[in-house]
């Protein structure tokens, strides 16, 4: 089979699969097609959509690819959607950020952190599939453990839970000693190693 | 109304944060930002007095929570027990300032009463900011839509919502007790096992897939050998679930027309699929 052939079967799977499709289904599935085959035809598709300006991309979500609209269009695909489009609170998205970076958690250690009840808020989390059951915590009363799901990988676009952004250390949001605010920043050359920037077209330095 | 002028200044994020009920009407006189508890509020405060949060005039930023606090009752806001909570740890942590340093040195030296309040305000910042960022991602539902072909698996058209559920599944729950090899026994050891538990169980494995076999129901989330208790626990949740419309229950149909086959659950459409937690929260 030739590669314009795979490449059309790729496409056709990313576009067609129930859920996010990772490399090794795709090459579980294509003959003769290896995963780093099925990566690379993946991400010559997303080039060419972009190229020919198509209204989706491909997206890598929950460990798979997807494929989804362009955000310039949500406005229509909203009004499209019967379904209430999606919001979250701020409530919801504090509980979630503490179930994400701190998993498994229980309900007690979230309402330490964020200083109230969250017993209705985890509640709507739980049906709406971004946080799930985890066990249980071995300690008297058995308290039940909190985890993010594959479902809050996909709504937030993330391939896997090591894709969120590291959390501000404590450090970082106090001001620095020994200064009434705003002293100069460091130079640039003085920073040892470049931090290494996996978030991607944040585009830190602009030079004008 | 006479509250307006003690209020402290509008914060700017006051027009999009208005509480549900606060019309356009009064809104302009109001301008009280909602907060996400008693944290958020004094951290709302530091950021206004432009104060360090590790030196925090307690004085001060304790009038201004009691002025806040007070406002929101006057607005029948609800105010929940954790803002008077907080108002009166403000008021203790006062207090405690206002006593001289102990000159025994029985007492720590330098523990500042502040510190604890200082340290709980830094981690919810750290993750009040991280809940920002992740509220500014792009999201999938809101953002960008997913092309996702629906899960191909089709309610067969011989099953159907079990009309006289409940004999066939006493029935599929006796042989459940039988397989589990339970001898009838009295069980002395185990935890207790709390029906609205395995309700969460139960609905956390049926948004997991699309439809399960009622006799799998019991082996979640059980370790080892699942105790009679579990048993009987697990199936009360599910005649529950069955009962507040979260879930339904269907066996096949055959040629005859009679009930045959595996039953199965499978979580039910419509509003009852959402309620079902607001239930759950009132059984115990």
């Not at chain 2, 001289?100 to 009463?113: Q, V």
């Not at chain 2, 200082?118 to 920002?132: C, D, G, N, T």
Request: net charge negative; charged share 30%; with cysteine.
């Amino acid at each position: 089979m030739d590669r314009d052939s795979q490449k059309r079967i790729v496409e056709a799977l990313v576009l067609g699969a129930p859920e996010p499709v990772t490399a090794q289904k795709i090459a579980d599935v294509v003959p003769g097609l290896e995963v780093e085959d099925a990566r690379a035809l993946v991400a010559e598709l997303g080039r060419e959509y972009e190229e020919q300006g198509r209204a989706f991309e491909i997206w890598e979500v929950a460990g798979g690819y997807q494929l989804r609209t362009r955000p310039e269009y949500a406005s229509y695909l909203r009004l499209l959607h019967r379904e209430r489009p999606l919001r979250l609170s701020r409530a919801a998205l504090e509980t979630l950020a503490v179930v994400a970076y701190r998993q498994p958690v229980t309900r007690a250690e979230i309402e330490a952190v964020r200083g109230v009840e969250v017993d209705a808020v985890m509640r709507s989390l739980l049906e709406r599939q971004l946080v799930r059951i985890a066990g249980h915590r071995e300690v008297p009363g058995r308290p039940m453990l909190y985890a993010t799901t594959k479902r809050f990988l996909e709504v937030f676009g993330l391939g896997r839970l090591d894709d969120l952004p590291t959390l501000r250390e404590m450090e970082e949001l106090l001001p620095p000693p020994g200064s009434d605010g705003g002293g100069p920043p460091p130079p640039l050359g003085a920073a040892a190693e470049p931090e290494e920037d996996d978030g991607g077209g944040e585009a830190p330095l602009e030079l004008h | 109304m006479s509250f307006e002028s003690s209020a402290p200044p509008a914060d700017p994020r006051a027009a999009d944060l208005r509480p549900e009920g606060v019309t356009a009407a009064n809104a302009c006189a109001i301008k009280l930002p909602v907060f996400e508890g008693p944290l958020d509020l004094l951290l709302h405060l530091i950021r206004l007095n432009e104060v360090d949060v590790t030196d925090l005039p307690i004085a001060e930023i304790a009038q201004q929570y009691g002025e806040y606090v007070s406002l929101m009752h006057e607005l029948d806001l609800d105010v929940a027990g954790e803002y008077l909570l907080m108002a009166a740890t403000l008021a203790w942590i006062k207090s405690r300032m206002l006593l001289p340093p102990s000159g025994d040195g029985e007492e720590a030296e330098g523990a500042d009463p502040r510190a604890e309040l200082v340290a709980r305000l830094l981690e919810y910042q750290r993750y009040k900011e991280a809940a920002e960022q992740l509220g500014e991602r792009t999201l999938e539902g809101r953002d960008v839509f997913a092309a996702q072909a629906p899960e191909a698996e089709p309610l067969p058209d011989d099953e159907r919502p079990l009309a006289v559920s409940l004999v066939a599944l006493l029935e599929a729950f006796r042989r459940v007790l039988a397989k589990s090899g339970g001898t009838g026994r009295h069980e002395v050891t185990g935890e207790p096992v709390h029906v609205r538990d395995r309700m969460l169980v139960v609905m956390d494995a049926l948004g997991r897939f699309e439809s399960i076999e009622f006799e799998r129901i019991f082996e979640l989330e059980s370790d080892g050998p699942p105790t009679r208790r579990l048993l009987i626990a697990t199936f009360l949740a599910v005649l529950e679930l069955v009962r507040l419309a979260a879930v339904r229950v269907y066996q096949g149909l055959s040629d005859a027309g009679v009930p045959d086959g595996p039953i199965r659950l499978r979580r039910a459409e419509g509003p009852g699929a959402d309620e079902w937690s607001a239930a759950v929260a009132d059984i115990t």
